[in-house]
């Protein structure tokens, strides 16, 4: 008996300690990604035959800034800028598809700014990074434990869940980058 519960105590263990808590730093980030498969995507980015992104970093630097241009493990269902159908005809961000509810990640280091549902967004984080630059993380199905505005964060902590909260169709996160107080394209801003 004593056998069985030994073997059940290390499964469990082995269990939580790969799910992520908060201020977990992930280090699954792709190197490359794509769009999503049978997706017909009105606002692509520009793919390869394989439909992976050409010339796409996981990275950018926005001044001494650097971003995750998709901080989570996803496909792309809606690129930024115009687009036919959806919420609206100008897309203000990227939309990172998962299916199923997946962990997001800080995009970069910072002071989170809010967390909060707003209209159409539903879930939301929202983190500066600097006095003109923030991330905007939308859709969430759940927030981080004990995640709150004034945190600080490091690039590639644990903050949510993908969800399908607010105006949207699926499982994702909406991700958008603030530059100026103009939403700039995720996946092309910055060097």
Sequence with gaps: MRRVVTVFLIVSLTACATAPTPGQRDTGISSSLALCPGAGISNAPQTDRNQRIIG????????RTTLYRAPVNACVSSGFGPRRGGASSFHSGVDLFTRNPAPIYAGGDGVVESVKSMRGYGKTIVIRHSPDLKTRYAHLSRYASGIRPGDRVTRGDYIGHTGET??????????EIIVGGRARNPLTVGR
């Design 56 to 63: 796409y970093s996981p990275q950018t630097r926005i001044g």
């Design 166 to 175: 607010g105006n949207a169709t699926a499982v994702h996160l909406h991700y």
